[in-house]
């Protein structure tokens, strides 16, 4: 297990969130971080702001639920593993921005973040149980009835089946 995948794990179980679902949004109202709704440009899914201490995730509203609920997974990511960068505006205050480069993940924050997401959204043992208990016939059908239960999109979970050596 790695360092972002104990951080997630180690977040659901100090704040005693469970699922599937997971409620990230519970769990950032335990964290006290403020989430708000916002119209963004269409490149951008979220961001993470830090100021004096006070934390707010924007989320692009026009984005639908399912992408919402990764988004806010993943500035809870930034949260936990990274300081984020200064703002040019005012050197106070600190942001991570989630756009399509992002969503990419080339760079090492964006790949940790993602990461950490897909483990918050879909810890491991979680899967694991649910693709022993779910009837699917190919890896697509599973995907679909796990996103489901799980509710991150069908591609989000074919990712995290892959990454756990689940499918191929």
């Known amino acids: 297990m790695t360092r972002v995948d104990s951080a997630a794990r180690e977040l659901l179980e100090t704040h005693g969130v469970s699922g599937p679902p997971v409620d990230v949004y519970e769990l950032a109202r335990q964290l006290e971080v403020a989430v708000v709704e916002t119209t963004m440009g269409k490149d951008v899914s979220g961001m993470l702001i830090r100021d004096h201490g006070a ?83 190919t890896p697509e059908e599973l995907q679909r009835k796990l996103g489901r239960i799980f509710e991150v999109s069908t591609e989000a979970m074919g990712y995290r089946l892959m990454n756990l050596g689940i499918t191929t």
Do not use: C, W
């Open 55 to 137: 934390l707010t995730v924007g989320l692009n509203k026009r984005q639908v639920d399912k992408r919402k609920r990764f988004t806010l997974a993943h500035e809870l990511g930034h949260l936990v593993l990274h300081r984020g960068r200064p703002l040019i505006v005012d050197s106070s205050i600190r942001y991570n921005l989630r756009d399509s480069t992002s969503a990419t993940a080339t760079n090492r924050e964006e790949i940790e973040a993602n990461r950490f997401a897909a483990a918050l959204l879909m810890p491991e043992d979680a899967v694991r149980k649910a693709v022993q208990a779910t009837q699917a016939t």
